[in-house]
């Protein structure tokens, strides 16, 4: 059984940074192929931010490229979200995700980006 807890979420204006970490139990990540980044803002469906795989590759939403970043540190179990350029838009409760065999899902933490 995979836990994750994510991290780092919080208030920040329009044009700054925050970066949000995934922590995870049950496994290590060093075994885990895909693991990603979703999102779901007020009064729409969860969508994919990011996500990236153990042989390096990296896949990013269209609105979110050039501005987030997705990357893993497997001494330290953690894959994180470097998030800059927020925009109000990127306001939403973002969730971190493992497939190892099959989906694992974190609760989610908050990002709120003011204009």
């Known amino acids: 059984q995979v836990q994750l807890v994510e991290s780092g979420g919080g208030l920040v204006q329009a044009g700054g940074s925050l970066r949000l970490s995934c922590a995870a139990s049950?496994?290590?990540?060093?075994?885990?192929?895909?693991m990603g980044w979703y999102r779901r803002a007020p009064g729409k469906q969860r969508e994919l931010v990011a996500t990236?795989?153990?042989?390096?590759?990296?896949n990013y939403a269209e609105p979110v490229k050039g501005r987030f970043t997705i990357s893993r540190d497997n001494a330290k179990n953690t894959f994180y979200l470097q998030m800059n350029s927020l925009k109000p838009e990127d306001t939403a409760v973002y969730f971190c995700?493992?497939?190892?065999?099959?989906?694992?899902w974190g609760k989610g933490t908050l990002v709120t980006v003011s204009s």
């Open positions: 049950g496994t290590s990540i060093f075994f885990v192929n895909t």
């Open positions: 995700w493992v497939r190892h065999g099959m989906d694992y």
């Open positions: 990236g795989n153990s042989d390096g590759r990296t």
